[in-house]
Nanobody, 123 residues
Framework: QLQLVESGGGLVQPGGSLRLSCAAS????????MGWFSQAPGKERQFVAG???????YYIDSAKGRFRISRDDAENMVYLLMDSLKPEDTAVYFC?????????????????WGQGTQVTVSS
Protein backbone atom coordinates (compact mmCIF):
# COMPACT_ATOMS: atom_id res chain seq x y z
CA GLN A 1 0.00 0.00 0.00
CA LEU A 2 1.14 3.49 -0.81
CA GLN A 3 -0.27 6.23 1.40
CA LEU A 4 -0.61 9.73 0.01
CA VAL A 5 -1.28 12.88 2.02
CA GLU A 6 -1.83 16.24 0.37
CA SER A 7 -1.30 19.63 1.94
CA GLY A 8 -0.88 23.24 0.95
CA GLY A 9 -4.37 24.17 -0.14
CA GLY A 10 -6.14 27.28 1.02
CA LEU A 11 -7.80 30.53 0.07
CA VAL A 12 -5.92 32.73 -2.37
CA GLN A 13 -6.83 35.81 -4.38
CA PRO A 14 -6.99 35.70 -8.17
CA GLY A 15 -3.50 36.01 -9.59
CA GLY A 16 -1.95 34.48 -6.51
CA SER A 17 0.09 31.32 -6.06
CA LEU A 18 -0.05 28.13 -4.05
CA ARG A 19 2.22 25.14 -3.77
CA LEU A 20 0.50 21.85 -3.13
CA SER A 21 2.49 19.03 -1.60
CA CYS A 22 1.88 15.31 -1.56
CA ALA A 23 3.77 13.12 0.88
CA ALA A 24 4.06 9.42 0.05
CA SER A 25 4.83 6.55 2.35
CA UNK A 26 4.58 2.78 2.50
CA UNK A 27 6.34 1.73 -0.68
CA UNK A 28 9.29 2.87 -2.81
CA UNK A 29 8.05 6.16 -4.20
CA UNK A 30 10.34 6.12 -7.21
CA UNK A 31 8.39 3.18 -8.69
CA UNK A 32 5.31 5.34 -9.26
CA UNK A 33 4.19 7.81 -11.84
CA MET A 34 2.32 10.60 -10.08
CA GLY A 35 -0.61 12.75 -11.02
CA TRP A 36 -2.62 15.67 -9.72
CA PHE A 37 -6.37 15.76 -10.32
CA SER A 38 -8.93 18.40 -9.46
CA GLN A 39 -12.63 18.19 -8.71
CA ALA A 40 -14.75 21.32 -8.71
CA PRO A 41 -18.17 21.34 -7.03
CA GLY A 42 -20.68 19.47 -9.15
CA LYS A 43 -18.09 18.43 -11.71
CA GLU A 44 -16.19 15.31 -12.62
CA ARG A 45 -12.68 14.81 -11.31
CA GLN A 46 -10.21 15.77 -13.98
CA PHE A 47 -6.52 15.30 -14.66
CA VAL A 48 -4.39 18.41 -14.15
CA ALA A 49 -0.75 17.34 -14.38
CA GLY A 50 1.41 14.25 -14.23
CA UNK A 51 5.05 13.40 -13.75
CA UNK A 52 6.56 10.13 -14.82
CA UNK A 53 8.97 7.94 -12.93
CA UNK A 54 11.84 9.29 -15.00
CA UNK A 55 10.62 12.87 -14.69
CA UNK A 56 8.78 13.69 -17.89
CA UNK A 57 5.64 15.72 -17.31
CA TYR A 58 2.32 16.55 -18.93
CA TYR A 59 -0.32 19.20 -18.29
CA ILE A 60 -3.83 19.91 -19.38
CA ASP A 61 -4.07 22.98 -21.56
CA SER A 62 -5.51 25.20 -18.83
CA ALA A 63 -2.51 24.43 -16.60
CA LYS A 64 0.24 24.94 -19.16
CA GLY A 65 2.39 27.95 -18.37
CA ARG A 66 0.78 28.43 -14.95
CA PHE A 67 1.31 25.15 -13.07
CA ARG A 68 4.46 23.13 -12.58
CA ILE A 69 4.65 19.59 -11.26
CA SER A 70 7.82 18.27 -9.68
CA ARG A 71 8.95 15.36 -7.56
CA ASP A 72 11.64 14.66 -5.01
CA ASP A 73 12.19 10.92 -4.82
CA ALA A 74 14.65 11.25 -1.96
CA GLU A 75 11.97 12.91 0.16
CA ASN A 76 9.02 10.91 -1.26
CA MET A 77 7.28 14.11 -2.28
CA VAL A 78 5.45 15.44 -5.30
CA TYR A 79 4.53 19.09 -5.70
CA LEU A 80 2.21 21.21 -7.77
CA LEU A 81 3.21 24.85 -7.96
CA MET A 82 0.26 26.90 -9.15
CA ASP A 83 0.74 30.47 -10.33
CA SER A 84 -1.65 33.04 -11.79
CA LEU A 85 -4.57 31.32 -10.13
CA LYS A 86 -8.06 31.95 -11.42
CA PRO A 87 -11.46 31.49 -9.77
CA GLU A 88 -12.09 28.56 -12.10
CA ASP A 89 -9.13 26.74 -10.50
CA THR A 90 -11.22 26.41 -7.34
CA ALA A 91 -11.49 22.70 -6.58
CA VAL A 92 -10.34 19.91 -4.34
CA TYR A 93 -6.95 18.74 -5.60
CA PHE A 94 -5.98 15.10 -5.30
CA CYS A 95 -2.62 13.43 -5.56
CA UNK A 96 -2.59 10.00 -7.22
CA UNK A 97 -0.05 7.29 -7.98
CA UNK A 98 0.20 4.58 -10.59
CA UNK A 99 2.79 1.78 -10.70
CA UNK A 100 3.81 2.46 -14.28
CA UNK A 101 6.42 4.26 -16.34
CA UNK A 102 4.11 6.56 -18.23
CA UNK A 103 1.66 9.32 -17.36
CA UNK A 104 -2.03 8.74 -17.84
CA UNK A 105 -4.85 11.28 -17.70
CA UNK A 106 -7.40 8.62 -16.70
CA UNK A 107 -8.51 8.28 -13.09
CA UNK A 108 -8.93 4.54 -13.53
CA UNK A 109 -5.22 4.14 -14.29
CA UNK A 110 -4.21 5.38 -10.84
CA UNK A 111 -4.08 2.93 -7.97
CA UNK A 112 -3.56 5.11 -4.92
CA TRP A 113 -5.19 8.39 -3.97
CA GLY A 114 -4.85 10.98 -1.26
CA GLN A 115 -7.75 12.57 0.58
CA GLY A 116 -7.51 15.87 -1.27
CA THR A 117 -6.79 19.47 -0.35
CA GLN A 118 -9.15 22.38 -1.01
CA VAL A 119 -8.02 25.26 -3.19
CA THR A 120 -10.27 28.30 -3.28
CA VAL A 121 -9.48 31.24 -5.53
CA SER A 122 -11.58 34.23 -4.63
CA SER A 123 -11.30 37.91 -3.87
Amino acid sequence: QLQLVESGGGLVQPGGSLRLSCAASGQPFSEYTMGWFSQAPGKERQFVAGIARIGGNYYIDSAKGRFRISRDDAENMVYLLMDSLKPEDTAVYFCAARPAWHISNLQSDYTYWGQGTQVTVSS
